[in-house]
Protein backbone atom coordinates (compact mmCIF):
# COMPACT_ATOMS: atom_id res chain seq x y z
CA UNK A 1 0.00 0.00 0.00
CA UNK A 2 0.71 3.80 0.14
CA UNK A 3 2.60 5.25 3.12
CA UNK A 4 5.15 8.39 3.65
CA UNK A 5 7.74 8.19 6.60
CA UNK A 6 9.07 11.45 7.91
CA UNK A 7 11.61 12.42 10.44
CA UNK A 8 10.50 12.98 13.98
CA UNK A 9 10.86 16.15 15.41
CA UNK A 10 10.82 18.87 16.59
CA UNK A 11 13.75 20.06 14.69
CA UNK A 12 15.70 23.24 16.23
CA UNK A 13 17.91 25.51 13.88
CA UNK A 14 18.97 28.79 14.36
CA UNK A 15 18.32 31.21 11.86
CA UNK A 16 20.25 30.99 8.46
CA UNK A 17 21.49 27.38 9.29
CA UNK A 18 20.35 24.53 6.68
CA UNK A 19 17.49 22.49 6.89
CA UNK A 20 16.63 19.03 5.63
CA UNK A 21 13.66 16.82 6.53
CA UNK A 22 13.43 13.13 5.60
CA UNK A 23 11.01 12.09 3.91
CA UNK A 24 10.54 8.78 2.71
CA UNK A 25 7.61 6.88 0.88
CA UNK A 26 6.20 3.58 -0.50
CA UNK A 27 3.43 3.01 -3.46
CA UNK A 28 3.20 1.37 -6.17
CA UNK A 29 3.94 2.55 -9.13
CA UNK A 30 4.90 6.42 -9.73
CA UNK A 31 2.97 8.85 -7.20
CA UNK A 32 2.78 12.31 -7.10
CA UNK A 33 4.80 13.97 -4.06
CA UNK A 34 3.68 17.14 -2.35
CA UNK A 35 5.85 19.13 0.78
CA UNK A 36 2.32 21.43 2.76
CA UNK A 37 3.43 23.67 5.62
CA UNK A 38 1.00 24.52 8.39
CA UNK A 39 2.09 27.52 10.51
CA UNK A 40 1.19 28.49 13.87
CA UNK A 41 -2.54 29.02 13.89
CA UNK A 42 -3.46 28.35 9.99
CA UNK A 43 -4.59 25.90 7.72
CA UNK A 44 -2.39 23.43 5.51
CA UNK A 45 -0.30 24.96 2.22
CA UNK A 46 1.11 23.29 -0.73
CA UNK A 47 4.87 24.19 0.00
CA UNK A 48 5.94 22.21 -3.18
CA UNK A 49 5.11 19.17 -5.64
CA UNK A 50 6.63 17.07 -7.96
CA UNK A 51 4.92 14.80 -10.04
CA UNK A 52 7.20 12.35 -11.56
CA UNK A 53 10.64 10.99 -10.74
CA UNK A 54 13.60 13.70 -11.24
CA UNK A 55 11.60 16.66 -10.88
CA UNK A 56 12.16 18.89 -8.56
CA UNK A 57 9.85 21.33 -6.32
CA UNK A 58 10.63 24.44 -5.45
CA UNK A 59 9.12 27.49 -3.52
CA UNK A 60 10.28 30.01 -1.00
CA UNK A 61 13.57 28.74 -1.04
CA UNK A 62 12.66 25.55 -0.32
CA UNK A 63 13.65 22.62 -2.80
CA UNK A 64 12.74 18.62 -2.61
CA UNK A 65 14.07 16.42 -5.63
CA UNK A 66 11.40 13.32 -6.47
CA UNK A 67 14.48 10.16 -6.08
CA UNK A 68 12.69 7.62 -7.37
CA UNK A 69 15.91 4.96 -6.65
CA UNK A 70 15.60 5.84 -3.04
CA UNK A 71 11.94 6.36 -2.58
CA UNK A 72 12.41 9.64 -1.16
CA UNK A 73 11.23 13.45 -1.34
CA UNK A 74 13.41 15.22 1.53
CA UNK A 75 13.03 18.52 2.01
CA UNK A 76 15.86 21.51 2.14
CA UNK A 77 16.53 25.08 2.58
CA UNK A 78 19.83 26.46 2.40
CA UNK A 79 19.20 29.26 5.30
CA UNK A 80 16.03 29.29 7.30
CA UNK A 81 14.21 32.42 8.84
CA UNK A 82 12.09 32.78 12.24
CA UNK A 83 9.28 32.72 9.88
CA UNK A 84 9.74 28.96 8.59
CA UNK A 85 8.83 27.59 12.20
CA UNK A 86 6.08 25.56 10.97
CA UNK A 87 5.16 21.62 10.92
CA UNK A 88 5.79 20.67 7.30
CA UNK A 89 3.99 17.42 6.07
CA UNK A 90 5.41 14.94 3.16
CA UNK A 91 2.17 13.87 1.13
CA UNK A 92 1.72 11.68 -1.67
CA UNK A 93 -1.32 10.46 -3.92
CA UNK A 94 -0.83 7.10 -5.51
CA UNK A 95 -0.87 6.58 -9.55
CA UNK A 96 -4.12 4.32 -9.31
CA UNK A 97 -5.83 7.01 -7.29
CA UNK A 98 -4.68 10.78 -7.78
CA UNK A 99 -7.50 12.36 -4.96
CA UNK A 100 -6.60 10.09 -2.16
CA UNK A 101 -3.71 11.99 -0.09
CA UNK A 102 -1.52 10.05 2.01
CA UNK A 103 0.55 12.04 4.80
CA UNK A 104 3.13 11.60 6.74
CA UNK A 105 2.93 12.63 10.70
CA UNK A 106 4.66 16.21 10.29
CA UNK A 107 7.65 17.60 11.57
CA UNK A 108 7.65 20.72 13.74
CA UNK A 109 10.36 23.12 13.04
CA UNK A 110 11.74 25.69 15.31
CA UNK A 111 13.51 28.66 14.08
CA UNK A 112 15.60 30.78 16.65
CA UNK A 113 16.76 33.95 16.38
CA UNK B 1 -10.35 34.92 -3.69
CA UNK B 2 -11.97 33.01 -0.56
CA UNK B 3 -10.32 30.13 0.25
CA UNK B 4 -12.37 26.85 2.07
CA UNK B 5 -13.92 27.50 4.98
CA UNK B 6 -15.24 25.11 7.61
CA UNK B 7 -18.05 25.90 10.18
CA UNK B 8 -17.59 25.86 12.93
CA UNK B 9 -13.88 25.95 13.94
CA UNK B 10 -14.60 24.26 17.26
CA UNK B 11 -16.88 21.35 18.31
CA UNK B 12 -18.01 20.23 21.50
CA UNK B 13 -20.51 17.77 21.92
CA UNK B 14 -21.28 14.47 24.42
CA UNK B 15 -20.51 11.09 23.93
CA UNK B 16 -23.19 9.43 21.95
CA UNK B 17 -24.62 12.74 20.59
CA UNK B 18 -25.51 13.81 16.08
CA UNK B 19 -22.69 16.07 14.98
CA UNK B 20 -22.33 18.14 11.95
CA UNK B 21 -19.33 19.56 10.21
CA UNK B 22 -19.69 22.09 7.41
CA UNK B 23 -17.46 22.70 4.24
CA UNK B 24 -17.62 25.70 2.15
CA UNK B 25 -14.83 24.84 -1.05
CA UNK B 26 -13.99 27.50 -2.98
CA UNK B 27 -15.99 28.77 -5.80
CA UNK B 28 -15.46 26.89 -9.41
CA UNK B 29 -13.90 23.36 -7.45
CA UNK B 30 -15.13 20.38 -8.61
CA UNK B 31 -13.59 17.90 -5.93
CA UNK B 32 -14.31 18.72 -2.96
CA UNK B 33 -12.16 15.98 0.28
CA UNK B 34 -12.70 15.38 3.95
CA UNK B 35 -9.95 14.48 6.30
CA UNK B 36 -9.44 13.71 10.07
CA UNK B 37 -5.84 14.62 12.27
CA UNK B 38 -5.85 13.24 15.23
CA UNK B 39 -3.36 15.15 17.65
CA UNK B 40 0.30 15.05 16.64
CA UNK B 41 -0.50 12.71 13.54
CA UNK B 42 -1.10 13.73 9.90
CA UNK B 43 -4.24 14.02 8.07
CA UNK B 44 -5.98 10.92 7.14
CA UNK B 45 -8.31 10.70 4.23
CA UNK B 46 -12.23 9.71 4.63
CA UNK B 47 -14.15 10.97 1.49
CA UNK B 48 -14.06 12.23 -1.85
CA UNK B 49 -16.84 13.98 -4.01
CA UNK B 50 -16.54 14.70 -7.60
CA UNK B 51 -19.47 17.23 -7.82
CA UNK B 52 -22.49 15.88 -5.88
CA UNK B 53 -20.98 12.20 -5.91
CA UNK B 54 -19.38 10.43 -3.22
CA UNK B 55 -16.53 8.86 -5.96
CA UNK B 56 -14.08 7.27 -2.83
CA UNK B 57 -15.29 6.60 0.55
CA UNK B 58 -13.04 4.05 1.54
CA UNK B 59 -11.22 6.02 4.40
CA UNK B 60 -14.57 6.31 6.26
CA UNK B 61 -13.99 4.47 9.85
CA UNK B 62 -17.76 2.85 10.45
CA UNK B 63 -21.45 3.60 9.74
CA UNK B 64 -21.61 6.34 12.16
CA UNK B 65 -19.73 8.36 9.09
CA UNK B 66 -21.67 9.88 6.39
CA UNK B 67 -21.30 12.85 4.15
CA UNK B 68 -23.28 15.15 1.39
CA UNK B 69 -22.73 17.16 -1.28
CA UNK B 70 -26.42 17.43 -2.34
CA UNK B 71 -25.68 20.37 -5.02
CA UNK B 72 -22.39 19.95 -5.38
CA UNK B 73 -20.50 22.84 -3.59
CA UNK B 74 -21.36 22.81 0.18
CA UNK B 75 -20.48 19.01 1.96
CA UNK B 76 -21.87 18.60 5.08
CA UNK B 77 -19.84 15.33 6.59
CA UNK B 78 -22.38 13.65 9.76
CA UNK B 79 -21.03 11.81 12.48
CA UNK B 80 -23.41 9.80 14.68
CA UNK B 81 -23.48 8.60 17.96
CA UNK B 82 -20.08 9.77 18.58
CA UNK B 83 -17.24 8.31 20.37
CA UNK B 84 -14.35 9.60 22.39
CA UNK B 85 -12.39 8.43 19.68
CA UNK B 86 -13.89 10.92 17.53
CA UNK B 87 -12.24 13.79 18.96
CA UNK B 88 -10.14 15.11 16.03
CA UNK B 89 -9.85 18.03 13.61
CA UNK B 90 -11.84 17.99 10.25
CA UNK B 91 -9.85 18.88 7.55
CA UNK B 92 -11.86 19.92 4.44
CA UNK B 93 -9.94 20.59 1.31
CA UNK B 94 -11.26 21.18 -2.87
CA UNK B 95 -9.39 21.22 -5.61
CA UNK B 96 -10.11 22.42 -9.14
CA UNK B 97 -10.64 19.16 -11.34
CA UNK B 98 -10.06 16.06 -9.38
CA UNK B 99 -8.67 13.95 -12.40
CA UNK B 100 -5.80 12.78 -14.28
CA UNK B 101 -2.57 14.10 -12.70
CA UNK B 102 -2.53 15.03 -8.80
CA UNK B 103 -4.37 18.28 -8.06
CA UNK B 104 -3.12 20.41 -5.57
CA UNK B 105 -5.60 20.36 -2.71
CA UNK B 106 -6.79 23.74 -1.01
CA UNK B 107 -7.28 22.89 2.85
CA UNK B 108 -9.52 24.51 4.98
CA UNK B 109 -8.76 25.52 8.47
CA UNK B 110 -10.41 22.65 10.37
CA UNK B 111 -13.49 21.98 12.90
CA UNK B 112 -12.00 20.67 15.77
CA UNK B 113 -14.33 18.36 17.40
CA UNK B 114 -13.60 16.99 21.12
CA UNK B 115 -16.02 14.69 22.27
CA UNK B 116 -16.44 14.89 26.25
Known amino acids: GNSVTQMEGPVTLSEEAFLTINCTYT??????LFWYVQYPGEGLQLLLK?????DKGSNKGFEATYRKETTSFHLEKGSVQVSDSAVYFC????????????FGSGTKLNVKP | GAGVSQTPSNKVTEKGKYVELRCDPI?????LYWYRQSLGQGPEFLIY????????DSGLPNDRFFAVRPEGSVSTLKIQRTERGDSAVYLC??????????????FGPGTRLTVL
Open chain 2, 49 to 56: FQGTGAAD
Open chain 1, 91 to 102: ALSGHDNFNKFY
Open chain 2, 93 to 106: ASSLVGSGVADTQY
Open chain 2, 27 to 31: SGHTA
Open chain 1, 50 to 54: ATKAD
Open chain 1, 27 to 32: ATGYPS
